[in-house]
């Protein structure tokens, strides 16, 4: 037959000069001479033939898509619009049966070329292509705007830069002239007081001199006499000294920049410690053993806290060596400061929780009890921050507290009702614990000796560090000894260089003295001196100065003893 001399070939590079053209109808490449027979065949003179180099030219996906089913290599007949694809004969039997409305696929693909279809496709594509190229110019035109802009911003920047260092040059000159005329005007007025104190020092020096010349030559007429006068020169010296310290003379100076570039000089309570009062003795002094009967308290000032929109719960007090007074605000939650004329009141410190009680350590350092907090706090009072905070467990409440300067004692309440009194030293290690009986809620210590208050049964104790107790006092003795008054709630506790013990029962607004030994007691103040509801008291033993605070009411009462 003559189709038998058609050549059946894969498409190769080479074929494309060997079998110069491709009849799609037959999938077969043809040579020139097959070709000629081709198209005079009957059966295939219809077919289109393509060069085979205008095949190559089509995508690969159309290449490798032959004109026979894939699965049966069957020719495609049909085109099924329900699947949107072509199919052989034996596709319809296995896949296309109910299939309706079928089509011819020669009927389908005589005007694909010109179908809606293609006109949409070429559309789209072109419409595709144009925002393409679009959005291309757009971004490369984006590229040019953002590089113009970049560097515009490069040059405001220098501007600002150039800006900036001016102001900054004149904020900076401004500053330092400023700061040149603080530090003159400083460096003026401690160089005067610098010569004031040095004349007084070089007069103490002579009179210091005198002394000892006089104790060295002079005669016993001569040198009473000449100690009266020495004496009062003394005294006046020291008065001017005591004056510097009250009057904020000897006040740290503070010098620093805020934060709007401005000079700042700021006042901080002088931390260097003086003895406070020197008192010039008559030449001939008998030394008298005193009695609690020879305690006169003289008022020497009364202290008003501001008023403020919630009352004062004061449960704390304490004398400081400068003479400042710290009082401990528990409901709102603050350590109050004041000079002893009751002046320059300041907030030092707001805490977490509600403090107790506060005592003197030593070097500026102060301690304060936080029982909701479970803590024991150490203040610097010159920076007003915490330095240690002593952690006595979840367990633990510390109330009243007091210090020798080599360690801390604090009245502690531990777990359900037991009491006990610990012994810290200065890093808040305990050293030894006193297991007490009862609500404990002061303590106080002097000369290896400890004492404590006991609200719960109304009684006094005093008792070696170990524990061993010494004596006590209850309400009973008490009745008998001051008088048919019942006393209830002894609360702070305070002890002076005569060993005599000031307790203040708050319910009684008293402050009652009692003996060393325990033995005697009496009232000492009363209602009448205007306390009322004492919660605690503190006794500064180098002045003999006593300060008693009110609980509510914001009044602190100093007074000579």
Known sequence: MFTSQFHHLRFSDDSIIRWPRLTSKCDTFLCLDCDKHHSRNKSSKQHKTLPSYDFKKLPDFIIKTGNRCPDHDQRYELYCPNHSDACCLQCFTEKHQNCKDLKRLPDILSDIKSSTSMTR???????????CESIVIYLKGRLSTILKQKTNAIEQIHVIRTSLNV??????????????????????????????????????????????????????LQTFIGLKKIAKMTTEEVGNLQKLTQSGELDELHMELTCFGSVSVTLVPCSLELKKEVECQVPISVTTVKTINDISPVLRQKIKLPNTTTNYNITG???????????????NKQLIQCNNKGNDIERVMVFRGKPYCVCYIKDNTVAVTVPDRHQIVKIDLVSEEITTTIRRGVAVHSYGIDSNGECIIVAESFGFNKNIVSILDLDGKVVRCVDMKGELDFVAMFENKLYSTNWETSMVLCMEENGNKLWEIDTKKLETQIG??????????????????????????????????????????????????????????????????????????????
């Open 317 to 331: 007090c304490q004398i400081l060596p400068n003479g400042h007074l710290l009082f401990v605000d528990h409901d």
């Open 484 to 561: 048919n008054k019942e006393f209830n709630q002894p609360m702070g506790i305070a002890i002076d260089n005569n060993q005599f013990i000031y307790v203040a029962w708050k319910t009684n607004n008293t402050i009652i003295i009692i003996s060393p030994n325990g033995l005697s007691s009496r009232l000492l103040l009363s209602e009448a001196d205007g306390i009322k509801n004492p919660t605690d008291i503190s006794v500064d033993r180098e002045t003999q100065t006593l300060l008693v605070s009110n609980r509510s009411d914001g009044c602190a009462f100093v007074f000579k003893i």
């Open 167 to 220: 102001h900054l040059d004149k904020l900076e000159q401004r500053m330092l002239m400023e700061l040149d005329s603080q530090h003159t005007k400083l460096k003026t007025k401690t160089e005067k007081l610098i010569d004031q104190i040095e004349t007084q020092l070089s007069n103490l020096k002579h009179l210091h001199e005198d002394n000892e010349q006089m104790k060295n030559y002079a005669t016993g």
């Open 121 to 131: 496709l070429e559309n789209d594509l072109r419409d595709a292509k144009e925002n």
